[in-house]
């Protein structure tokens, strides 16, 4: 059975840190592609970042210079570096994992964490 499991949201104020970490069992972690997406209340889920198997990167443009993805394919992990917080980056945070390459595209993530959440105070 597939587990992704976030951890390291909270509340922070405007300009702050961050750092997510997404622990994922029951896969061949190296072989996934891992993203990040979230979803405000009454909005879509929408495309944070993500790194593929072969260390390929891709973002969302309101995140780049701002956050950053990063795997440890030792411990199965991806992290979520965001630095620079801004209020409109309150959002429940998911991690996901998908066969293909790098996309923004949800449904081609087969596997989802169960969210974690971020407050950004201004």
């Known amino acids: 059975q597939v587990q992704l499991v976030e951890s390291g949201g909270g509340l922070v104020q405007d300009g702050g840190s961050l750092k997510l970490s997404c622990v994922a069992s029951?896969?061949?972690?190296?072989?996934?592609?891992m993203a990040w997406f979230r979803q405000a209340p009454g909005k879509e889920r929408e495309f944070v970042g993500c790194?593929?198997?072969?260390?390929?990167?891709y973002y969302q443009d309101s995140v780049k210079g701002r956050f950053t993805v990063s795997r440890d394919n030792a411990k199965n992990s991806v992290y979520l570096q965001m630095n620079n917080l801004k209020p409109e980056d309150t959002a429940a945070y998911y991690c996901a994992a998908g066969s293909g390459g790098p996309t923004a595209r949800p449904e081609l993530y087969r596997y989802w964490g169960q969210g974690i959440q971020v407050t950004v105070s201004s």
């Open positions: 029951g896969l061949t972690f190296a072989s996934y592609t």
């Open positions: 790194i593929s198997w072969g260390g390929g990167f």
